[in-house]
């Protein structure tokens, strides 16, 4: 054999042996991606799971809302422990209203909450003393030692539905969600002026009385922002948090 042949030969040999590898190497590739992109498509599944869950619980509290602003802070319901509302009285008195879960006649107007406050009344109202613990804590105050008023937005921080007291869950264990509700801003309508619908209710429209006849003002509904926010009791990552806005 002449030797430039045989070398030439050699030479083809090397070369398909690095073509075999690199089409292995390839191949790998493309079976490592599939793999990764069916494990991660898997996690994905299951992570939207247990999220759908959580929005589940978070949309569900955000229904039961509407009986809670409808009803004038009427939720009997476990872990919200209010079978009577509140008696908004004027909305143009901020100081008039009160919580009829602590005072049925409203015989004293010590008897307010911050709850009823921040249903009856808008957020620069809001009572700024006293303490800050309860389901009747006086004070919507979240932190009294820097001046003016100090709203938290994250539900957990004074939540006005679902405190440690008295919690609000859906669901079973592992699959157990717990809901914080926490009203973070009011914008007062004109909906009541009460004298001409029933006193402490918010129906009706905005209105003034001369000489026996009624004139109606254009009517502007309440507003209020909430913050709503469910979480897996045992393992806080999985959670959803949503803002509700409601007109009353």
């Avoid at 599939?34 to 869950?53: D, E, H, K, N």
């Avoid at 009285?89 to 107007?109: R, V």
């Avoid at 009294?144 to 004074?158: E, F, K, M, S, W």
């Avoid at 001369?210 to 004139?215: M, N, P, R, S, V």
């Amino acid at each position: 054999m002449h030797p430039n042949h045989y070398h030439r030969t050699m030479n083809e040999r090397g070369i398909a042996l690095v073509m075999v590898l690199v089409l292995a190497l390839i191949g790998l590739a493309i079976v490592s991606a599939l793999i990764f992109m069916v494990t991660q498509g898997t996690t994905m599944s299951g992570a939207m799971r247990f999220y759908r869950s959580a929005e589940e619980a978070s949309v569900g509290t955000a229904e039961i809302l509407t009986d809670y602003f409808e009803n004038r802070g009427v939720l009997n319901i476990l872990g919200a422990p209010y079978a009577s509302g509140c008696n908004c009285g004027n909305p143009s008195n901020a100081t008039d209203n009160c919580d009829l879960n602590l005072d049925p006649t409203c015989s004293t107007a010590a008897m307010r909450s911050c709850r009823c406050d921040k249903l009856c009344n808008f957020t620069a109202d809001w009572p700024i003393a006293g303490v800050n613990t309860g389901p009747f804590r006086p004070s919507c105050d979240d932190n009294t030692g820097i001046a003016l008023l100090q709203v938290n937005l994250d539900p957990r921080n004074n939540p006005d539905l679902g405190d440690d007291a008295n919690p609000i869950t859906f669901g079973v264990a592992p699959n157990q969600y717990r809901v914080y509700v926490k009203i973070v801003d009011t914008v007062r309508g004109n909906t009541d002026v009460g004298t001409l619908v029933t006193p402490g209710e918010l129906g009706g429209k905005g209105v003034t009385e001369e000489g026996g006849k009624t004139f109606s003002s254009s009517p502007a509904p309440y507003l209020y922002r909430t913050e709503v926010l469910a979480e897996n009791t045992t393992n806080p990552r999985e959670n959803s948090r949503m803002s509700v806005l409601y007109s009353y």
